[in-house]
């Protein structure tokens, strides 16, 4: 009876919660083609989660078992994305693209706002999950863009 309840516990602590692109995203989802206006486009949002980010290198932040946010973009391949988000904590960007990849950032973008740059962006879906540091969720205003705000 020990083994098995040793073996219960062993299995529930290896159960942990990850991002998981197959979950509606919270913050619902958008279409946009090369080109489009407004440029930026912008969410409201509650950046952070209960699940720490550990995955394709990113190592930091407390996001959403779900993404925040989905994009579909249309694209020919020519032009950037820059994926930023802005707000009043100390926030991160996680992002699965639409190869597949994990990207992430954490204060490139100035004053612990983050910024994904994907250059000549694949078309497709995007995951997007905008997190904090530590337990507290807090608002945040979610950016999409084809403009480097930096310039």
Do not use: K
């Not at 950032?105 to 250059?119: C, K, M, N, R, Y």
């Not at 995951?127 to 540091?133: E, S």
Request: with cysteine; aromatic share 10%.
């Amino acid at each position: 009876m020990r083994t098995l309840l040793l073996l219960a516990i062993a299995l529930l602590a290896t159960a942990v919660q990850a991002q998981d692109v197959s979950l509606d995203p919270n913050y619902g989802d958008v279409e946009l083609d090369e080109g489009f206006t407004p440029d930026p486009y912008e969410l409201e949002l509650t950046a952070g989660g209960d699940v720490e980010v550990h995955v394709g290198g990113c190592d930091y932040g407390q996001v959403s078992e779900a993404p925040d946010f989905q994009l579909t973009y249309t694209t020919s391949g020519n032009s950037d994305l820059y994926i930023y988000a802005v707000s009043g904590s100390d926030t991160t960007i996680l992002v699965n693209t639409a190869e597949g990849e994990w990207v992430c950032d954490d204060d490139s973008f100035g004053d612990g706002d983050p910024i994904v740059v994907i250059p000549a962006a694949a078309g497709g879906v995007y995951d997007i999950w905008v997190g904090t540091y530590g337990d507290e969720m807090d608002g945040a205003t979610l950016f999409i863009s084809e403009i480097d705000p930096r310039d």
